[in-house]
């Protein structure tokens, strides 16, 4: 049974049509990525994933239960957490505190001032907190401020705080956007190996780190699905090299 469920979800702003009759099935403990050129909706549905905008028309279902028109807070209270492209950490926190107060929020609710104390008699706070280090590659900067990780690591630690929240379903927008070519690997090698505990939607234009990552791709267009399949039927569809990849061979 399909974990997420989109069924003809549309995004109308005015006479423009952003997203057109979308629908998709994530599996659990998948990695399903959206793409298509500049334009062409996925981030728009992506952010009707999240609970971040409501869509026009459609429904969507995560667990069985309809999302279709829940805010971002109640979505992430069901079991969804989205990272995103900009990075949102607190810069002169350590590694570890940004971690770990999304982790207390999620046991304890909205902020508090004594946010800190006592956080050993939060029950299995500290060996999540050390897990998720582990997930993302941070366990030897979990000492360091935040602001001076190189950015690749910046970026995996926005992975790592939304971790912290043990999500069931992890959005992933543009998680390899800037990074050079070692910190790519690194950041796919990871990411890869979270599949054993979350399940992955993924907005990412390197095609690279899609072909490297993806159970299943979904091609946009004007704000249409033009292919959905595994990444050798994405490859070899001559309909998506036109519109996107350019040929890839």
Do not use: C, W
């Not at 549309?10 to 659990?28: F, I, M």
């Not at 309809?66 to 995103?84: C, D, E, F, M, P």
Request: aromatic share 4%; charged share 25%; hydrophobic share 45%.
């Amino acid at each position: 049974m399909a974990i997420l469920e989109a069924r003809g979800v549309t995004k109308r702003y005015g006479g423009l049509v952003a997203v057109d009759n979308v629908s998709l099935d994530v599996e659990p403990n998948t990695i399903t990525a959206l793409i298509g050129p500049n334009g062409a909706g996925k981030t728009t549905f992506f952010r009707m994933l999240a609970g971040e905008i409501p869509p026009t028309q459609g429904e969507i279902t995560f667990k069985g239960q309809r999302i279709t028109n829940l805010n971002v807070t109640r979505v992430s209270q069901l079991g969804i957490a989205k990272s995103y492209q900009v990075t949102q950490i607190f810069p002169k926190l350590t590694v570890e505190q940004n971690i770990t107060i999304p982790a207390l929020a999620a046991r304890r609710g909205p902020f508090r001032v004594d946010i800190f104390r006592a956080i050993g008699k939060v029950d299995g706070l500290k060996p999540l907190v050390q897990r998720v280090l582990g997930q993302m590659g941070l366990t030897s900067r979990a000492h360091a401020r935040a602001d001076d990780l190189s950015y690749g690591e910046k970026r995996r630690l926005e992975i790592a705080i939304a971790l912290a929240t043990e999500p069931e379903l992890l959005l992933l927008d543009e998680p390899a956007a800037g990074m050079g070519a070692e910190e790519t690997h690194d950041t796919v090698a990871l990411i890869k190996q979270l599949r054993e505990h979350v399940t992955i939607v993924i907005v990412e234009h390197d095609m690279d780190v899609i072909f490297g990552l993806a159970d299943r791709i979904m091609v946009l267009q004007d704000g249409k699905t033009i292919a959905l399949g595994s990444p050798a039927e994405i490859r070899g569809n001559a309909r998506v090299q036109e519109a996107y990849l350019g040929g890839i061979e």
